[in-house]
């Protein structure tokens, strides 16, 4: 996993990452696993916020960047300014575009080039790498 020799603004040992995760959000976020479709409660999530990294509580999306693609995994055609990085992804022998928090370096999704306007992206992140803060009435 390329995360271990990058660096990000936020830095825990394994250990530390295990003690704030769940077993499930360590192995998404850190391992770059992939929840299965249609699991997440993100996924029926209407109302306006923000999903922020599960790992580090760095904002990602905006909820009004959210939209329905059909494939099981919370969808956003948009991440905030500055809030992701990706990299080249060619496990399970494919090619694909891996999307983590530029923060911490965890592991949300990928991207994908068959989105809404105004972008043509579909950003398709695993809903256990994310929480959402709704906006404050």
Same mark, same amino acid.
């Given at each position: 996993?390329?995360?271990?020799?990058?660096?990000?603004?936020?830095?825990?040992?394994?250990?530390?990452?295990?003690?704030?995760?769940?077993?499930?959000? @360590?192995?998404?976020?850190?391992?770059?696993?992939?929840?299965?479709?249609?699991?997440?409660?993100?996924?029926?999530?209407?109302?306006?916020?923000? @999903?922020?990294?599960?790992?580090?509580?760095?904002?990602?999306?905006?909820?009004?960047?959210? @939209?329905?693609?059909?494939?099981?995994?919370?969808?956003?055609?948009?991440?905030?300014?500055?809030?992701?990085?990706?990299?080249?992804?060619?496990?399970?022998?494919?090619?694909?575009?891996?999307?983590?928090?530029?923060?911490?370096?965890?592991?949300?999704?990928?991207?994908?080039?068959?989105?809404?306007?105004?972008?043509?992206?579909?950003?398709?992140?695993?809903?256990?790498?994310?929480?959402?803060?709704?906006?404050?009435?």
């Amino acid at each position: 996993m390329s995360t271990k020799t990058e660096s990000f603004p936020v830095q825990k040992s394994e250990a530390e990452w295990r003690a704030v995760l769940t077993p499930e959000q @360590y192995r998404v976020l850190r391992g770059h696993g992939t929840e299965r479709a249609g699991t997440s409660p993100l996924n029926h999530e209407k109302r306006d916020g923000i @999903y922020v990294c599960a790992g580090c509580g760095a904002p990602l999306f905006s909820s009004e960047a959210k @939209y329905e693609s059909g494939t099981g995994w919370p969808s956003f055609f948009r991440a905030l300014p500055g809030a992701v990085g990706t990299r080249i992804d060619r496990s399970f022998f494919m090619v694909r575009t891996e999307v983590h928090c530029a923060t911490c370096g965890g592991h949300l999704g990928h991207v994908f080039p068959d989105g809404p306007p105004p972008t043509g992206e579909r950003y398709c992140m695993n809903g256990v790498a994310l929480v959402f803060r709704p906006k404050e009435e």
